[in-house]
């Protein structure tokens, strides 16, 4: 007994000494914490100070009585970027550099080690009435920072505290007590908090230290002491003196009263209690000496060991089924209820139901009820299903309800035994509600064995190929097979199949009419709970169709309408595959650039009609005159490029060349009109003259340019004469490197307008730049030069970061403004910097992302595919919108265009200029927006200038259009004037 009182003296005392210790601290860390953030407050409004006084005015020194080291004062002057203007305290060099967020403590590394920072916007006036906007950046010096960690520990009353980043002791201040260096030492060490034990006075933890604004990174370790230990020794001190005190008043009263009764009565009892155990029904009691006390103790410890292992079986048995188990007597009152009965009607509370009217009471059951009565009277139930509702869940239960009975066969009691059915109940329904799902989904469904053999397939399958369920059990799907994939197709898909658990895709199959269609197929391996494979289910969609909207799209998109000769798109990835082909094989290939002479004349004067009979006939004689491995593709107009492969010397290309002028200059004959053209012709071979598309096509549209200057009807070679233009462009590239560095190229802003709404509805922004004699320069020019020559990611960051300041400058004047595009290049777009250059601008001008638009073409985004859906997402998860710029003239896959996250589509203004003219042109805008309205993506129309136009592109529900028809690009001042212009134009 004295031994009990002393363990649980000495633990309790332990427990209560180490709470008593964690509170001490962790109340001694707090005060140090609050004592950390009221300083940063302080130093905080002294940085605002600072902003707030200019410089003249600042006779004090702000940093005086803070704990800051250094401030540095940045003025933000309009147009420019942050203006050092003074330095306050100990500066270090790095220390100059902005942070990306305000008002906000972070840990920045300096050459004298980590500092905490902070960065604050302030605006404030003159003395002459003006805003000034400042932003104030101050430090602290957290290496060997001594005031700093004894005002900490001046203000918590430690012995010591160390300030830790990264496991590096950054500055301490200790006491000089013995005991105190090695308590911290082993909180450093082990990373936990050391109790003091017996003896000893200095306990030690570390804790984070966290701060109002910001997060530090950084932890205090902190020493203290208590006077629990003193408390510990003197309640250690009395417990054995009482445990000692209890032990003589025990033993004295126990030796009484054991020579007292044992003497009378032990051997009665072990008589009786060895017969009780060998089953004697004469068994007597007689008296028995101390030796026989002990037998006695023995014997009736088996006895109560065997009852007690029984009686555990019995109960573990009882409890540990997941059936609710419920008995009470004849009386009602409740003697049985097992654990599963409790969690099943939630009765946290059992003492609240002492008989079975209190149960029904909770649950109210009237067929139960009956059931129960009925066993009283002694009518057993042997399957009642209920329903009960909990607060939880729902659960469906069948009961089993039996009479007790006596040993006279009288009814003593019922007893109640459950079987949970919800999961099965569960299971029911969800199979019901999966077979109405399979019979009635659009889709079809196949269900197949682990052999491939088909089990089951749904209405729409036979809907889709005409199999009936009874035709197709037991086969093989591949009795539908086309035959227009190879066996490697089925291998390679059976292989991801088998490997990634799915495989989806495109596959032909055939009907049972013969008729072959495509699908779209998913099919996924079911597998048990033990990974072995049992079913596969496969899930299909005729897109028969589809595949037809997507070839005539694809048909309007490639090729032109007009002569069936390639268009432009189809041009540019034929030349594609060419040079691709070219560098390989080491070959040389020459692009033609054909151009009509006087062919607007004739087209003025006799009509389009005759216009377009002429260019087709044109079309036939270029396929006449080039070879079948060669192209012949209409750019526009009147307009024709020629790709010749496999040239074996400059003399064939003349030959070629030389036959097409001959060609078309022959006259011909429509409605009864001789007509007579001519064609220049422009040549560009590669590699002599460019070794990409875009060197060869605009050489040879130089070498065309120079055929017309030459007279016309007559072809010339691009040669190093016609380089003057690319030395022109170069003197260009310096002149931009010169206004980058001054700043002085800004955007203009273009309104877009809705012509069914009347009103504008956004903004695109412009680069525009004027030479140092107020000359403007046409971004026509000045924007390829700064893509050849490296300077467009510049040039765009520029334009990025004056839009945002404008979108802020709109947003605090509460100017309506829609949103705002900006043109991203494709070296911007594949700039690993571009995200973060997006987010800082918008977050340095604290604007809603949603105001602010970009702009990629589709020849940006068909470079690498996968990349541009993850930076595109990238973006769009930034809130931001997408458009595509020029759409029409680049080369997409309308397979992939669905799976851009594009918000707009801006039709290119080379489809607008002539879409009044063009029949080619209309059908092309037609079909873009037709399927940009399936495809739920908006539709912008660039480069609109007639009324003629917006008329036509109002009748296709295309009414967003942009073009100087309405607004030419402004000034960022100049917009809210123009804006509310043009909603005052359409009203009148």
């Known amino acids: 007994m004295s031994v009990l009182l002393l363990q649980v003296s000495y633990k309790n005392a332990k427990e209560a000494l180490q709470f008593e210790q964690i509170e001490q601290l962790s109340r001694t860390h707090e005060i140090a914490q609050q004592y950390l953030n009221f300083r940063l407050k302080e130093a905080k409004q002294s940085l605002v100070t600072i902003g707030s006084v200019s410089n003249d005015e600042m006779t004090f020194n702000p940093l005086k009585n803070t704990i800051l080291d250094y401030a540095l004062w940045f003025e933000l002057e309009q147009g420019e970027g942050p203006v050092l203007k003074k330095t306050f305290g100990s500066t270090v060099e790095g220390a100059q550099t902005l942070l990306f967020k305000n008002e906000h403590w972070e840990l920045e590394q300096t050459p004298k080690g980590p500092a905490l920072v902070i960065q604050i916007h302030v605006v404030s006036e003159n003395k002459n009435g003006e805003k000034r906007n400042s932003l104030v950046k101050g430090g602290i010096y957290l290496k060997n920072n001594f005031s700093l960690v004894h005002g900490l520990r001046s203000a918590s009353h430690a012995y010591a505290h160390y300030i830790i980043q990264d496991n590096t002791v950054l500055v301490s201040s200790l006491s000089l007590e013995e005991g105190v260096e090695e308590t911290a030492q082993l909180v450093l060490e082990h990373k936990d908090p050391v109790f003091a034990q017996l003896g000893e006075f200095f306990s030690g933890d570390i804790l984070p230290l966290r701060l109002e604004d910001g997060k530090s990174g950084l932890y205090l370790v902190t020493v203290s002491t208590t006077q629990g230990s003193q408390n510990w020794q003197e309640s250690f001190k009395r417990t054995i003196l009482f445990g000692l005190l209890c032990s003589l008043v025990i033993c004295i009263a126990g030796t009484y009263f054991l020579h007292f009764w044992t003497h009378h009565s032990i051997r009665k009892l072990l008589d009786y209690a060895a017969g009780v155990r060998m089953g004697r029904q004469d068994i007597r009691y007689k008296p028995g000496t101390i030796y026989e006390f002990n037998s006695v103790g023995k014997v009736i410890e088996e006895m109560v060991g065997e009852l007690s292992e029984q009686s555990k079986y019995i109960t573990d048995m009882f409890e540990a089924g997941n059936s609710p188990i419920i008995a009470w007597d004849k009386d009602g009152s409740i003697r049985v209820m097992n654990n599963a009965m409790q969690r099943i009607f939630d009765l946290n509370n059992i003492d609240q139901i002492k008989t079975i009217d209190d149960f029904f009471a909770l649950y109210p059951d009237s067929d139960a009820r009956v059931a129960c009565q009925d066993a009283h009277a002694g009518k057993a139930t042997p399957a009642l299903e209920t329903i009960t509702k909990t607060h939880n869940r729902t659960y469906y239960i069948v009961w089993s309800i039996t009479p007790v009975r006596d040993i006279q066969e009288n009814i003593s009691g019922v007893i109640c035994i459950g079987q949970d059915v919800t999961e099965r109940r569960l299971a029911e329904g969800n199979l019901r509600l999966s077979s109405t799902v399979f019979d009635n989904t659009a889709e079809g469904i196949i269900i197949t064995d682990h052999n491939a053999e088909i089990i089951d397939v749904n209405t729409a399958f036979s809907e889709i190929t005409g199999f009936s369920r009874e035709e197709v059990i037991g086969q093989n799907p591949r009795l539908m097979k086309s035959g227009r994939h190879s066996s490697e197709f089925y291998d390679e898909m059976w292989r991801k199949l088998n490997t990634n ?488």
């Open 501 to 988: 658990g799915f495989w989806r895709g495109e596959i032909w199959d055939r009907r049972k009419n013969g008729e072959e269609f495509p699908k779209w197929l998913s099919i996924n391996a079911c597998r048990n709970e033990k990974g072995k494979l049992t079913h596969y289910v496969a899930v299909f969609s005729d897109i028969t169709d589809k595949k037809a909207d997507e070839e005539k799209l694809e048909q309007l998109a490639h090729f032109d309408h007009l002569t069936g000769l390639p268009n432009r798109i189809l041009f540019q990835d034929r030349l594609h595959t060419a040079l691709a082909r070219s560098r390989r094989e080491k070959a040389h290939l020459a692009v033609l650039f054909v151009d009509l002479d006087r062919f607007k004349q004739i087209n003025d004067t006799l009509g389009h009609r005759v216009g377009d009979l002429l260019l087709k006939e044109v079309s036939k004689r270029l396929l006449f005159s080039i070879r079948e491995i060669d192209t012949v593709a209409r750019l526009s107009g009147d307009e024709f490029t020629v790709i010749l492969t496999d040239i074996s010397s400059i003399e064939a290309v003349e030959l070629i060349a030389s036959r097409i002028v001959k060609s078309l200059g022959a006259p011909y004959f429509f409605e009864g009109h001789e007509l007579f053209v001519s064609a220049s012709v422009g040549i560009a071979i590669y590699p002599t003259d460019g070794e990409n598309s875009v060197d060869l096509l605009r050489h040879a549209d130089v070498a065309m340019y120079h055929a017309k200057e030459k007279g016309r009807n007559n072809y010339q070679f691009f040669n190093a004469e016609m380089n003057e233009k690319a030395q022109s462009q170069l003197s260009l590239a310096n002149k931009l490197r010169v206004a980058l560095n001054r700043k002085i190229i800004h955007p203009h802003y273009q309104l877009k307008v809705d012509t069914q709404l009347g009103k504008p509805v956004g903004l695109e922004a412009l680069a525009r730049w004027n030479d140092e004699r107020g000359k403007p320069i046409s971004p026509v020019h000045f924007i390829p030069v700064a893509e050849e020559h490296g300077l467009i990611g510049r040039l765009g960051k520029s334009v990025l970061n004056q839009v945002c300041i404008q979108i802020r400058m709109w947003q605090d004047m509460d100017v309506e403004f829609g949103s705002v595009a900006v043109n991203l290049s494709a070296q911007q777009f594949r700039d690993a910097n571009l995200l973060n250059d997006i987010k800082e601008a918008i977050e340095d001008n604290r604007i809603d992302p949603t105001s602010l638009e970009v702009e990629v073409t589709e020849n940006m985004v068909m470079d690498d595919v996968e990349d541009a859906i993850r930076i595109l997402n990238d973006i769009k998860e930034m809130g931001l919108k997408i458009a595509i710029d020029d759409f029409g003239t680049g080369y997409s896959s309308l397979s992939y265009l669905k799976r851009f996250p594009v918000d707009t589509l801006k039709i290119d203004r080379t489809f607008i200029r002539d879409l009044t003219v063009d029949n080619d042109d209309a059908a092309i805008v037609s079909a873009i927006v037709s399927m940009a309205q399936k495809l739920e993506i908006n539709v912008v129309a660039e480069g609109v200038e007639t009324q003629e136009q917006v008329e036509f592109l109002r009748s296709i529900n295309c009414n967003v259009v942009q073009g100087f028809l309405y607004a030419k690009p402004c000034a960022g001042g100049e917009v809210p004037l123009v804006w509310h212009r043009m909603i005052e134009e359409f009203k009148e």
